[in-house]
């Protein structure tokens, strides 16, 4: 009998140092993180695909520090002479933020002697900035980004989605699904949740029949 797939709430991932999964293409970026505060302009960039692990970055950073974390679309909302002070502030989403509340910021940080953690999909470089100040706080900052994954720390990540969604799966079906599906972070997120999901509807636990299903269906 086909079971319903229920619309559950969400889960919580583990966002831990421990949890964070290190290889060549982030350990720059975790290196940097853990470099601060020894950060020369007391900002950094950090800039990734999406499901690369920033905003676990972003996490870590406000855990060692003690800084307000914010996302980019609530800064407008928020007074950034408030945020802008020390410890510092971290923007998640930050290309996503107005342009004059994300200066102001970068100014308010500046005179404060707050840090900034800039965090976005894509290098302020290729951001269309249409503010010629903040395109230049942007530049200033120093910048690291997150690479591809490789063929172990995407397998890693899929093992951590499946076990944050408490779903037991086998390392045989972790690398038959490895070569098979889309290379990268957000495709394993999407697959992860595709297969909690057909797991659920069909009662059973997560098995090759169903991987098969969701790699067709997400094909």
Known sequence: ??????????????????DFLKSDCNAAALAAIERWPDWPARALVLHGPPGSGKSHLAQLWRKRSAATLITGGALAGCDPSALGVPPGVAVDDADRAVEPALLHLFNCCHESGASLLV??????????????????RLRA????????????????????????????????????????????????????????????????PVGLGLARRALDELD
Not at 149 to 173: E, N, S, T, Y
């Open 1 to 18: 009998m086909t079971q319903l797939a229920l619309d559950l709430p969400p889960f919580d991932p583990a966002l831990g140092r421990v």
């Open 119 to 136: 965090v976005a999909r894509e290098a302020p470089a290729v951001w269309p900035i249409a503010l010629p100040d903040l395109a230049s």
């Open 141 to 204: 900052a120093d910048a690291v980004g997150i690479g591809p994954p490789d063929d172990g720390l995407l397998a890693a990540v899929l093992v951590k989605h499946f076990a944050d969604r408490q779903l037991h799966v086998a390392p045989g079906l972790i690398a038959y699904l490895v070569p098979r599906m889309e290379r990268s972070f957000g495709a394993a997120a999407v697959l992860a949740a595709r297969l909690d999901r057909l797991a659920l509807s069909a009662g059973r």
